[in-house]
């Protein structure tokens, strides 16, 4: 069963968040994780599904006004944390952090989705793969003993597919990923799991589906309607 993750970004308010926990009441818990914003991370937890933090603090705790410590995080019942979204690396600077956060998470336990992709004029360059071993190796280096195949979840998401609806051809995803898989395997003798993101919705999802090397979704916008996220669910094995 693929893992299926659903990250809200800063959407939805509390009315919503109550519907949408009513609409989904019976779809399965195995493998699909929730990323909502802090506020409504327990709504999730007290419904007994899986949850995640959508970013953490490089820093346990301290002087750090607006941030969130990974502590408090779990005590919320977070067990999962995205690294390195792109939204974060463009508007936080967040590169910086992505392997002081990636160690923080794994001396907490938390299983952790790291985000990597590449932006148009370097996939137009053809510059995707030089760019995504360049975030691999920035988020492995002093890691590399804790990370294993069940903690650590690649997140493929090429920038310009986020929220464009534009995807990578069938063609260029498998390769992609393929590359991904064997970069991290040669290099680091990890076998890890990566997912797609990036414009996955109900039009994509059959085409993405034929593709072997995709073990499971980080889903955005197409996550905001429950009505839609079910339908989207039952069309992913
Ligand atoms: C994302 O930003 O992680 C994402 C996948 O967004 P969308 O599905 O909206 O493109």
Same mark, same amino acid.
């Given at each position: ?6 990250? =809200? *970004? ?35 937890? !007290? ?11 490089? &820093?346990?705790? $301290?002087?750090?006004?607006?941030? %969130? ?7 919320? #019942? +977070?067990?999962?944390?995205?690294? #390195?979204?792109?939204?974060?690396? !463009? ?18 336990? =938390? ?13 137009? @360059?053809? *510059? %995707? ?9 920035? +988020? ?14 690649? +997140?493929?998401?090429? /920038?310009? +597919?986020?929220?464009?609806? *534009? ?7 498998? @390769?992609?990923?393929?590359? /991904? *898989?064997?970069?991290?395997? !040669? ?10 993101? $990036?414009?996955?919705?109900? !039009? ?5 589906? &034929?593709?072997?090397?995709?073990? $499971?979704?980080?889903?955005? #916008?197409?996550?905001? @309607? ?12």
């Amino acid at each position: 069963m693929k893992l299926i993750c659903a990250n =809200f *970004k800063m959407n939805l308010l509390k009315k919503d968040i109550l519907n949408y926990l009513k609409t989904i009441e019976n779809v399965r818990k195995k493998n699909l994780v929730f990323f909502p914003s802090i506020p409504y991370i327990e709504y999730f937890k !007290e419904k007994n599904y899986v949850v995640g933090s959508q970013d953490i603090s490089y &820093k346990n705790f $301290g002087s750090l006004t607006g941030d %969130t410590s990974i502590e408090q995080l779990k005590e919320l #019942g +977070a067990s999962y944390t995205i690294i #390195g979204h792109s939204e974060r690396r !463009e508007f936080y600077n967040d590169s910086k952090y992505v392997n002081q956060k990636i160690s923080l998470a794994l001396k907490h336990d =938390f299983k952790i989705v790291l985000c990597i992709g590449e932006n148009l004029k370097e996939f137009e @360059s053809s *510059k %995707t793969l030089f760019v995504l071993k360049k975030e691999i190796d920035e +988020a492995f280096s002093n890691n590399l003993d804790m990370i294993n195949e069940s903690n650590l979840i690649i +997140a493929y998401e090429p /920038i310009w +597919a986020i929220g464009t609806n *534009k995807i990578p051809t069938s063609e260029v995803l498998k @390769s992609t990923i393929y590359q /991904i *898989k064997n970069y991290i395997l !040669e290099n680091y003798n990890l076998d890890l799991k990566v997912l797609y993101g $990036g414009s996955v919705n109900l !039009e994509n999802i059959e085409e993405l589906e &034929k593709i072997s090397e995709i073990d $499971g979704y980080l889903i955005g #916008g197409a996550s905001l @309607s429950p009505e839609k996220f079910l339908t989207l669910i039952n069309k992913v094995n």
